[in-house]
């Protein structure tokens, strides 16, 4: 078991080399708080209760929590919206639709409203969402409706898609269990096809694949790149290379858009991995879709260096996304407790919350089984490797 000492010693790993002044405040944290709960014993919603050092990466020196409660109209009680460095993005999948929301809150934009939709067009069951590059449009994986959408931000309309909604198959144009897709830097399109047992990249603009890694079936197995097991999502890493996460037998691989693997391995004490990613170089981050979930962070020779897992009626419920922040808070879609989450590695606290745990609605300050998150430009995922981010090659 993890004790908060434990933690906060590996977290500074990952955070590299900090300033004086903040092991100094967390030596005097540690001593007001008597942290004496460890990881299993969390709040089930958003508190301050340990202190805070004044300077973390990315946050402005001296941040406070908010002086003041949220109603459930935003962000729930206690939510520090420092936590945040802008606007969310939310694929509300209950809810049939994307929210944007600022740390506070307040709904910023909202697709479809009535009249994005052209007649005939549907929208349905979003569970990842991520910006473009160039932050001007979305990608939306509906996973059960086997189709992968592209909306323009300004004119919320439709303006490509991969797939036949409502329709699953393996010919071009054609997905079954789409997930996690991403714009690549060329306007490519990578798309995780979970019961193909493939990863596909689609150039902009067409329906037929330009590469298929993985041998199109309905046999899932991990043996990459020729095959894998039910694949859920493959992320961008600093150095070009993309991480996949396999779903069968609970492997993550790193490979190129070349088709050369460089590693493979299991996430330690995972059941059902779940969209890994990168912290850092040889830090990644990723969830355990399962109920009790958890998040992890490990390297690739899977020694652990933070796990959050609390239990009983704290428990996360089928968590299927965690990223990293700028302040190096964790955020996490925590889908079947209908709600987002930001946890705080230095106290294993929750931070921030938006949707009511365990109930879900449309209503401000309410999502249904909310699945996937995206930091909005200039903070977005793609934005951020869109420098190192690999494209496919030639030919």
């Excluded at 004119?155 to 071009?172: A, E, L, M, N």
């Excluded at 609605?361 to 996937?372: E, K, Q, V, W």
Aim: aromatic share 6%; hydrophobic share 35%.
């Amino acid at each position: 078991m993890f004790t908060r000492s434990t933690v906060v010693g590996a977290f500074r790993e990952v955070r590299g080399r900090r300033r004086l002044v903040v092991a100094a405040a967390m030596v005097v944290t540690l001593v007001l708080v008597a942290w004496t709960t460890d990881v299993g014993a969390q709040s089930s919603g958003p508190t301050r209760a340990v202190a805070r050092p004044t300077t973390t990466a990315g946050a402005k020196p001296g941040s406070k929590p908010a002086s003041k409660p949220h109603s459930a109209m935003g962000v729930q009680p206690g939510s520090d919206p420092s936590a945040l460095p802008g606007p969310l993005l939310i694929a509300d999948r209950g809810n049939n639709r994307l929210l944007e929301i600022d740390p506070r809150g307040k709904i910023l934009w909202e697709f479809p409203r009535r009249g994005d939709l052209r007649p005939g067009e549907t929208f349905k069951v979003p569970d990842d969402a991520f910006f473009t590059p160039d932050g001007k449009q979305i990608i939306a994986t509906q996973e059960d409706d086997f189709v992968v959408t592209l909306i323009d931000v300004v004119s919320r309309k439709i303006v490509w898609r991969y797939g036949t909604p409502g329709v699953h198959g393996s010919g071009d144009n054609q997905l079954w269990n789409p997930d996690d897709a991403l714009v690549l830097p060329d306007g490519s399109v990578l798309i995780s096809d979970i019961k193909h047992c493939r990863v596909l990249v689609v150039r902009k603009g067409e329906h037929k694949p330009a590469r298929v890694f993985g041998k199109t079936t309905s046999l899932c197995k991990h043996l990459p790149p020729q095959r894998f097991g039910s694949p859920n999502g493959a992320f961008p890493l600093s150095d070009g290379s993309y991480l996949v996460t396999e779903i069968n037998q609970d492997f993550v691989t790193k490979m190129d858009l070349a088709g050369n693997v460089a590693w493979s391995m299991h996430p330690p004490v995972i059941r059902y991995p779940s969209d890994t990613n990168e912290i850092s170089p040889d830090r990644f981050l990723t969830v355990d879709y399962s109920s009790p979930g958890q998040i992890l962070i490990f390297d690739h020779r899977g020694h652990e260096y933070w796990r959050f897992k609390p239990g009983g009626d704290n428990a996360l419920d089928k968590p299927s996304l965690a990223e990293p922040l700028p302040n190096g808070d964790i955020l996490c879609t925590d889908d079947d407790n209908n709600r987002v989450i930001i946890v705080d590695p230095t106290t294993n606290q929750i931070v921030w919350q938006y949707g009511v745990k365990g109930k879900a609605g449309r209503a401000p300050g309410l999502l249904s089984d909310p699945d996937g998150a995206d930091l909005a430009p200039p903070n977005s995922l793609a934005i951020r490797h869109a420098k190192t981010m690999g494209v496919l090659p030639p030919g």
